[in-house]
């Protein structure tokens, strides 16, 4: 049964399902995605809470556009909008409601000699940003590649593939990514072996695209049994909530671990406090995105799904209520996704 389950995960993770195959233009394109209402459990409508976390609203995305779907990473825009990034390439932004939402999809800018390159090169899975310069990264997993883009990704500035990457596995490379407000950069593998039998963590302490930026140190996430990680979000406060995701023959789980950071290191293990677990009846799929956003000055906590392009999957958005101390919107808020 666990060899089945096993090849079960590899064609589901490692395949795509049907998308587009060429680059779209670099072009702003509108785009309607159709929202349709989900409750949080689905054997009971009125049910609010997951653990520490208030839903406040969930629904399911699709549009006819071939280019929708392959949800990896988000962000919450300067505008209150949702930034996401497809594991194609493409950006989708939208602001979050139920029934018909106008969308706005363009690509992400790539080198002009690269233009040409097929389009898996551009799996795109984390994301992080400065809020003060604007400034975006994004990790690529297939080719193990961190670039960074201007603000609102008018253009790529550069690209780096950090040695420290190059063994990582293609596929379960650098689901997340993060900015501390120091300016370290925490990039999390999803199956690489780090310390201590672990999964790998990339500890920079620059922008890891900058050449003048040492070679990054060597810590570890210790997941919960039978789970990878998929993403992780830095909270403030030295806090990070980490998105655990495990595939079985029952389909997509996911649990939400607490993670005290403290003082980093070189061969630091990173553990968390399981906080909440999205199995059924609760709505539940290929979650791998997580981001920081707040509401009337409470922070909120968005949590997606990558439908990998399969009819049979869903592209599912989570809106929850995050405990106020976890928190402080009042400072700078860095995000990340997978």
């Known amino acids: 049964m666990e060899r089945i389950a096993a090849i079960l995960a590899v064609f589901v993770l490692l395949m ?16 309607v995605i159709m929202a349709t209402p989900i409750p949080l459990d689905s054997s009971d ?8 976390l208030r839903y406040l609203g969930g629904w399911s995305l699709s549009s006819t556009h071939p280019a929708f779907g392959g949800i990896s990473s988000m962000r919450v825009n300067g505008s209150g909008e949702l930034d996401a990034l497809s594991d194609t390439g493409e950006r989708f932004i939208f602001r979050a409601g139920s029934g018909a939402m106008k969308a706005r999809l363009m690509p992400l800018p790539v080198f002009r000699r690269e233009l040409g390159e097929p389009k898996w090169k551009w799996d795109s899975e984390s994301m992080t940003a400065d809020p003060a310069t604007g400034k975006l990264w994004v990790g690529f997993e297939l080719i193990q590649r961190i670039c960074r883009y201007s603000s609102d990704f008018a253009r790529i500035e ?4 950090p040695r420290a990457m190059r ?3 293609t596929t379960t490379g650098m689901e997340s990514l993060q900015r501390l407000p120091d300016g370290r950069f925490l990039g999390i593998a999803e199956a690489a072996v780090g ?3 672990a999964t790998d963590v990339l500890l920079f302490r620059g922008d890891p695209v900058d050449p003048a ?8 996430y210790r997941p919960p049994e039978g789970f990878q990680p998929s993403d992780a979000l830095w909270l403030g406060n030295g806090r990070m909530l980490v998105l ?10 996911a649990l939400l671990t607490l993670v005290d950071l403290g003082r980093l290191g070189e061969g630091k293990v990173l553990t968390g406090t399981a906080v909440a677990s999205l199995v059924p009846p609760v709505a539940h799929d290929n979650f791998e995105v997580l981001a920081l956003g707040s509401d009337h000055g409470r922070p909120v906590l968005w949590v997606a799904s990558d439908d990998n392009h399969y009819f049979f999957q869903r592209s599912l958005l989570l809106k929850f209520a995050l405990p106020p101390q976890w928190a402080r919107p009042s400072q700078p808020v860095f995000r990340s996704g997978a």
């Open 16 to 31: 795509n399902g049907r998308h587009v195959e060429h680059r779209l233009e670099r072009s702003v394109m509108p785009i």
């Open 45 to 52: 409508p009125a049910r609010v809470m997951l653990g520490p």
């Open 158 to 161: 550069g690209c780096a593939s």
């Open 167 to 169: 063994d990582w596995p």
């Open 195 to 197: 310390p201590h039998g």
């Open 213 to 220: 930026t040492p070679p990054p140190a060597h810590l570890a």
């Open 244 to 253: 655990n995701r495990r595939l079985s023959l029952s389909g997509f789980t």
